[in-house]
Nanobody, 118 residues
Framework: QVQLVESGGGLVQAGGSLRLSCAFY????????MSWYRQAPGSQRDLVAR???????SYEDSVKGRFTISRDNAKSTIYLQMNGLKPEDTAVYYC????????????WGQGTQVTVSS
């Protein structure tokens, strides 16, 4: 069983920065595809960034150049460095894990609120 615990959200002014962390509790962290999603009020949950076990990354277009996803396999943790935050980045951010051997099975954290004021 996998448990994900996010931290690092908060209130920040537009143009500011935050770093989110997601601690992975379980086995075989290095065998999991890890992602960050976000969900704004009244909207669906959307993929923001993804990182493979080898460190390859991909991003949703609106965050390219501003957000950076990374992982530390020794600490079983992923991060999302968010710079140049905009009010439209306001959402609950969720960590997601998928084992490469069972990609249909998604694990989710409880979410962390990010609020960007204008």
């Amino acid at each position: 069983q996998v448990q994900l615990v996010e931290s690092g959200g908060g209130l920040v002014q537009a143009g500011g920065s935050l770093r989110l962390s997601c601690a992975f509790y379980g086995s075989a962290f290095a065998l999991h595809l890890m992602s960050w999603y976000r969900q704004a009020p009244g909207s669906q949950r959307d993929l923001v960034a993804r990182i493979t076990s080898g460190g390859s990354t991909s991003y949703e277009d609106s965050v390219k150049g501003r957000f950076t996803i990374s992982r530390d396999n020794a600490k079983s943790t992923i991060y999302l460095q968010m710079n140049g935050l905009k009010p439209e980045d306001t959402a609950v951010y969720y960590c997601n894990a998928q084992h490469y051997g069972d990609l249909d099975n998604n694990y989710w954290g409880q979410g962390t609120q990010v609020t960007v004021s204008s």
